[in-house]
């Protein structure tokens, strides 16, 4: 059976009670050692790994940062044989530190991503590959997931998953000309590498936001066809907001995706909710009437069940019809101290709510 990673508090706080059942005859020496078995601690950030892992950065820019203020004399091949190798010369030292020292080696193969990146922009800016800034991403993103495979490293394929947001930031696919479709099978052998090497919420949110944002370039290119149908685009995003809080307390989901799931489907449907609250979105300015009304209920049945993300999108909607219904014939001095008044309420219920065993996360 897979051991149950807990947070080292908690699993001093396990120990304690086991010990005090054992004691009191209540559990046997046998079971309070086989329940003790299901738990292991969780593996806090190594503070070495982050000064290696920093230090190889500070010592990636201060290098490319010389040969840049060099560039122009060194001349082509010098330039491309200085880039290959000390993108060879990283993952050799890498290779060989790996037994003895492996926190150092990770440094360095960390160091041989942000030269391989570099060097794409480089090698492409001496040989006048054009393409547009973007686009590097692309190959830096495909470049390093093989490293993040073999090394089994999770930082490098958060890089990776990152890599090509930007990517897709490119302006020709937020301005609906062309979908980019490359980044279907990357989706893929992301989550793939993710779940196979050790899941990382962060890059299970990156990949996450990937498919959000591949879902809102191909609405961008129906908008472009359309603009009427802009509601219809925040409608959908609101409609996967809801499913993935479902799909976050359903069994079948994997427990690793479930805290990711939760916050960025609370997220998503708060502020495409938020916008539907205002009546320009919609082509019949009186729907977000029914629908703020729906919706401040959804958002009390959930803050009632105990799920505490939403008290701050109640107070958000509360904070907005309340500037909205007053911001004209109140002072504004008396507008911002019964908001600030609404504030500290809301901090008072939301601290209270805690108190009785409300949780952020249900």
């Known amino acids: 059976m897979k051991k149950r990673k807990i947070k080292n508090n908690d699993f001093q706080i396990l120990q304690k009670e086991l010990r005090y059942l054992k004691d009191t005859g209540v559990l046997s020496s046998e079971k309070t050692a086989e329940i003790t078995d299901l738990y292991e601690v969780k593996k806090r950030l190594s503070f070495t790994k982050v000064l290696l892992y920093i230090g190889s950065i500070l010592i990636g820019i201060g290098f490319l940062s010389f040969i840049a203020s060099n560039w122009q004399e060194i001349g082509k091949m010098a330039k491309f044989i200085l880039i290959i190798g000390l993108y060879i010369g990283c993952n050799v030292a890498g290779y060989k530190l790996e037994r003895n020292f492996p926190k150092t080696s990770r440094s360095f193969y960390f160091l041989s991503v942000f030269v391989y990146g570099a060097g794409i922009f480089l090698i492409g800016q001496m040989f006048h590959f054009g393409g547009d800034f973007q686009d590097a991403f692309l190959w830096w993103s495909i470049g390093i997931i093989p490293l993040s495979w ?66 809102g370039i191909i609405s961008i290119n129906v908008i472009v066809a359309n603009d009427s149908y802009f509601y219809f685009i925040l409608i959908c995003y609101f409609i996967i907001g809801l499913g993935l809080v479902y799909a976050a307390h359903v069994g079948k989901t994997a427990s690793q995706m479930k805290s990711v799931f939760h916050y960025t489907g609370h997220a998503l449907h708060g502020l495409t909710g938020f916008a539907l609250t205002f009546s320009e979105i919609w082509p019949a300015g009186w729907v977000y009437i029914p629908f703020s009304i729906l919706y401040v209920c959804f958002v009390l049945y959930l803050i009632n069940k105990g799920n505490l993300v939403n008290i701050v999108i109640m107070c958000v909607l509360i904070l907005r019809f309340y500037f909205d219904f007053t911001f004209d014939f109140l002072p504004k001095s008396l507008v911002f101290i019964l908001g600030g008044l609404l504030l500290v309420g809301f901090g008072f219920y939301f601290e209270n709510q805690r108190r009785k065993g409300g949780e952020l996360h249900e």
């Not at 890599?163 to 989550?191: K, N, Q």
């Open 150 to 215: 073999v090394l089994r490293d999770k930082w490098i394929l958060s890089l990776s998953a990152l890599f090509s947001l930007i990517y897709m930031s490119h302006d020709t696919f937020l301005s609906g000309e062309s979908i980019p479709f490359v980044i279907l099978p990357l989706i893929l052998a992301i989550y793939f590498l993710n779940v196979k090497i050790s899941y990382s919420r962060i890059t299970g949110f990156l990949v996450l936001l990937m498919g959000l944002v591949f879902f």
